[in-house]
């Protein structure tokens, strides 16, 4: 009569031709389903009251085809989280718990039973057959029509299979590194799902035997880890030369830096298992400015310490890892970088900031042992202390022994025991290194260092070559006029330059830190103190280390025979240098005295020594003479202007001298 009856129906779910049903879910999941006619077929026996209508035969097809056949319905995993568990055989394994809803799009209502299944991951190959990796086991699923499905699903990883970490042919990635290299840019793996043994006697054999057959590709999302590499910074720096012989573009031919690394790398929340991280290696860009400078090379496995940080407040709980590294290379790309970063670091008298992007790969152990975890992404900023506090003054240096090695008409090679203060924090090892000396932009020389290393503080003995040999008339006469203020005791200064030969297997790096000129105090020759005064008279200028040097010690009038003679310092220690010509004048408070005019040479030898009687003009009539003869047989200080002729060896020059506070004792 046209009326609607509504049925609900409870069945039990018994199979008829497993294999046509396997080969069918099959062709699905492959994609080779084009369309599927399901017909449906019931016996219903009907009433009426108590009056029997007989058994009627109901039948229905479907056809499913193009959108209409059924997808794999979307999954949200809601949580994940890992453990470290020990395993029934002994040992230790790792166990997944993860909560996943879906949604029923369809008018049925059922239970699933327990279920036990494999978890497959793909090899390096499509056509190598998938790794197990791990088992899985459902509880109980109660499907309602139409809602939402909350699916619990607990796993287990016994081992990481050997295959699953080793490298594939002709790559430098395993299986491993390719999942967890997606995983941790936030891009999908799939996953593949196969049956497996039932873990419950309730379920039937049939569902066991017919989703053992079926694998299922499961897409399985990715996550980002922003910062996963977080309070990046370098400590106790080393900055070392390149080796100046090395080939040029090798290694060996860059400049090292050896520090201790530190690092806090953040932990998901999902990983609730101890996991150590035994060593680190990176590939780092570094940058100033935001101007790329160069690539920091720590190819090679460092080792590495971690200490686990527990979460607090909003951040994430996470390892904090520490590594020395050892004369890693740094290879200078932007020469000019360079040079503005060493500018500031030795000028600006202020630290400067380094900005890092870096791909590290973590050797990683767990339960499951030690596997590789490669290129996570990690930034930072590194703060680099200054060099000198814009004043290179503090190193102080002061020359020990010197000792003439060779000399040409021209040149003086000079080798000399350096002491400095070194006023930073950092230390250098220098293999070799050759820069200019200078003065008012002359080129008066060189000098030379090798196998050096500087540390903090007190820096002694560092054995230095020199070469004095200015070229052409105008460096020549700089040249002199740098001695004579040297040996008055000005206050003069040297600039040190660096050249295309300074680290012969860079000569780049020469060019671009040229533009740097580096002003110093020339280093002050103190020479030996003199026998007959007392070295504990704070009175005495000549026991005053930071004065200027004194190479004219005292002097001695003779009226009578109108001759003087000097005691001189020489500050050679083994070198005989000659004075082989004098034109000076001596002075009263600006009143001249006498004059000295000599040219035959005599020798200076090391240490304290007397001069000849050298003859001398008086001034008689002047006020100078005057004081000079009130003061017989006893002392005056005065003054000396005058120009003198210095030979050491083949080299010699002609220099100017003023001397003043030169005690003078005066006798008949």
């Not at 497993?18 to 399901?38: K, P, S, T, Y």
């Not at 500031?344 to 152990?365: H, M, R, Y």
């Not at 007190?458 to 200015?470: E, G, K, S, T």
Request: hydrophobic residues 40%.
């Amino acid at each position: 009569n046209g009326h609607t009856t509504h049925i609900d129906f409870l069945s039990d779910l018994v199979p008829g031709d497993i294999d046509g049903i396997r080969r069918i879910a099959n062709d699905w999941l492959e994609g080779r389903l084009g369309q599927l006619r399901v017909k449906g077929v019931a016996k219903v026996a009907l009433k009426s009251g108590i009056f029997s209508l007989g058994t009627q035969s109901l039948s229905q097809s479907l056809l499913f085809e193009g959108q209409d056949l059924p997808a794999i319905p979307q999954y949200n995993i809601t949580e994940l989280n890992f453990v470290e568990v020990n395993l029934p055989s002994g040992g230790r394994g790792m166990a997944a718990d993860v909560s996943l809803t879906l949604v029923n799009e369809y008018p049925v209502e059922l239970t699933i039973p327990p279920l036990g299944f494999d978890i497959l991951v793909p090899n390096c190959s499509p056509e190598e057959p998938y790794i197990l990796l791990a088992d899985a086991i459902t509880n109980e699923i109660q499907i309602q029509p139409k809602t939402e499905v909350e699916v619990q699903v607990g796993g287990i990883i016994r081992e990481l299979p050997e295959v699953f970490t080793t490298t594939c042919p002709n790559t430098q990635t395993s299986p491993l590194d390719l999942i967890l290299g997606n995983y941790i840019r936030g891009e999908e793996n799939t996953i593949y799902v196969r049956g497996s043994n039932a873990p419950s006697s309730d379920t039937p054999d049939w569902i066991s035997d017919l989703i053992r057959s079926v694998v299922v590709p499961l897409p399985f999302p990715g996550h980002s880890f922003d910062n996963l590499i977080r309070n990046f910074s370098l400590a106790d720096v080393h900055f070392g030369l390149p080796d100046p012989f090395a080939d040029p573009n090798t290694p060996e031919s860059q400049p090292r830096i050896s520090a201790v690394v530190k690092a806090l790398v953040g932990l998901p929340k999902e990983m609730n298992f101890p996991i150590d991280i035994s060593r680190v290696r990176a590939n780092a860009d570094v940058y100033y400015r935001d101007n790329k400078l160069g690539i920091l090379n720590l190819h090679e496995w460092q080792h590495a310490n971690s200490t686990r940080i527990e979460a607090q407040d909003n951040e994430q709980p996470g390892l904090e890892v520490e590594s020395v590294v050892k004369d890693a290379p740094l290879d200078v790309t932007d020469d000019d970088v360079f040079a503005d970063l060493m500018r500031d670091l030795i000028f600006g008298g202020k630290g400067i900031v380094l900005g890092v992007q870096a791909t590290v790969d973590v050797e990683t152990e767990t339960a499951l042992g030690k596997f590789i975890v490669r290129e996570i992404p990690a930034e930072g900023k590194v703060f680099v202390k200054p060099i000198s506090g814009g004043n290179l003054a503090g190193f102080n240096p002061k020359v020990g022994a010197l000792r003439v090695v060779d000399t040409t008409r021209e040149s003086l090679t000079i080798e000399a025991r350096i002491n400095i203060t070194n006023p930073t924090e950092y230390t250098a090892r220098v293999p070799y290194v050759n820069i200019n000396l200078l003065s008012n932009g002359s080129i008066l020389g060189n000098a030379t260092a090798e196998n050096v290393s500087i540390v903090p503080g007190p820096n002694d003995n560092i054995l230095v070559q020199a070469l004095w040999n200015p070229r052409g008339k105008e460096d020549v006469a700089v040249g002199k006029e740098l001695l004579s203020q040297y040996i008055s005791g000005f206050n003069t200064t040297l600039t040190l330059q660096t050249h295309a030969g300074t680290i012969p297997s860079q000569p780049h790096l020469g060019r671009a830190l040229s533009s740097l000129n580096l002003q110093i105090p020339t280093p002050k020759l103190h020479p030996p103190p003199n026998p007959n005064r007392d070295p504990n008279d704070d009175n005495d200028p000549n026991n005053n280390d930071d004065g200027p040097p004194r190479f004219i010690d005292d002097a001695t009038m003779h009226l009578f025979t109108s001759t003087a003679t000097f005691t001189l310092l020489s500050p050679l220690p083994s070198t005989t240098l000659y004075i082989t010509h004098i034109n000076a004048t001596a002075l009263y408070k600006t009143s001249p005295v006498g004059a000295l005019h000599y040219d035959l040479p005599f020798a200076v030898p090391p240490g304290a020594s007397q001069s000849p009687r050298l003859p001398v003009e008086w001034s008689l009539d002047s006020v100078g003479y005057e004081a000079v003869r009130k003061a017989l047989g006893g002392e005056l200080e005065l003054e000396a202007r005058a120009v003198v002729g210095i030979r050491i060896g083949g080299w010699e020059e002609r220099v100017w001298f003023v001397g003043s506070g030169i005690g003078a004792s005066v006798k008949i």
